[in-house]
């Protein structure tokens, strides 16, 4: 892969510079209950040296219903202040899927002004099937200022997406498998609709991604894009179950110089809940 320090690094290029001062590892890991997965006792257990651990549930805005939405900026610049992370560091995010739920953490970094991030590509299982160096030791954090300036226009509410579906001036894309985007699988939360947002496009996350969990290629990536249907002339917005796997969307629009995208924080697990909201099923 060619490595862009602001949206995909690969292992080679992070064990290369693991030493450098002003570099900072994040380990965002999160998974579905489903999985059975515990991330913070992986992390503790087995880590990249001198990563950090970044817990999505935690830095999120607890006073919502909805899972992991974007927390308030004073919260967000506490908790990464307490990961001695902040202004000039270099933030490279990977997580123990693969490529899954970094993606979202690179997305909040980069909702929060801050462009200096990268995502590990392959993730942890990558850089230990080329035996790179894993410690189960914490590192030793000092705190660091960060600034924050929100870039509003990254992320859209459900009366935004409301009104981009009526009017169709927005691609809306959802990240979700194609039997939940149809309505033909249950969703994993209890509670909510099964179906899509009426308009918008299926893009399963796992067709940008590479059998050993890599992101595919500019070149994969438009053939993904071209195969679903996808029209990129007007403004993008991503969605999915719950704003995780919709971030890999904007992963891969970056990717191929698409920057005209924007997350549906609450996505169907926002959507889903309201009888009010119109719903579709079936292939788009």
């Excluded at 503790?44 to 651990?53: K, M, S």
């Excluded at 035996?131 to 859209?156: E, F, G």
């Excluded at 959802?174 to 033909?184: K, L, V």
Aim: proline share 6%; hydrophobic share 40%.
């Amino acid at each position: 892969m060619i490595d862009d320090p602001n949206i995909l690094v690969s292992t080679s290029w992070l064990n290369a510079h693991l030493k450098d001062p002003d570099l900072r590892v994040l380990d965002g890991s999160w998974y579905m209950a489903t999985a059975k997965r515990d991330a913070r006792a992986e992390f503790e257990a087995t880590h990249i040296p001198g990563a950090r651990f970044f817990d999505i549930d935690d830095i999120s805005d607890l006073r919502s219903e909805l899972p992991h939405t974007v927390p308030p900026v004073a919260k967000f610049m506490s908790r990464v202040r307490a990961l001695g992370t902040g202004d000039g560091h270099k933030i490279v995010v990977y997580d123990g899927a693969g490529l899954f739920s970094a993606a979202r953490v690179w997305w909040l970094f980069r909702l929060m002004g801050h462009k200096n991030i990268a995502v590990l590509d392959g993730g942890l299982p990558k850089w230990q099937a080329e035996n790179l160096p894993v410690t189960n030791t914490p590192p030793i954090i000092k705190d660091r200022h960060m600034t924050v300036t929100r870039q509003n226009h990254m992320v859209r509410d459900v009366t935004e997406i409301a009104r981009a579906a009526k009017l169709g001036d927005h691609t809306i894309i959802d990240a979700r498998s194609a039997d939940r985007f149809a309505g033909t699988a249950p969703e994993p939360r209890a509670g909510l609709r099964a179906g899509h947002i009426p308009g918008s496009r299926n893009l399963p996350y796992t067709q940008l991604l590479n059998a050993d969990q890599t992101m595919k290629d500019a070149t994969g990536i438009r053939a993904a894009i071209t195969a679903a249907g996808i029209d990129l002339d007007k403004p993008v917005i991503t969605t999915c179950g719950s704003g995780i796997t919709a971030a890999i969307l904007c992963l891969a629009l970056e990717r191929i110089g698409k920057t005209d995208h924007a997350l549906y924080d609450g996505s169907w697990a926002e959507w889903g809940i309201y009888d009010d909201l119109p719903l579709a099923t079936g292939a788009p």
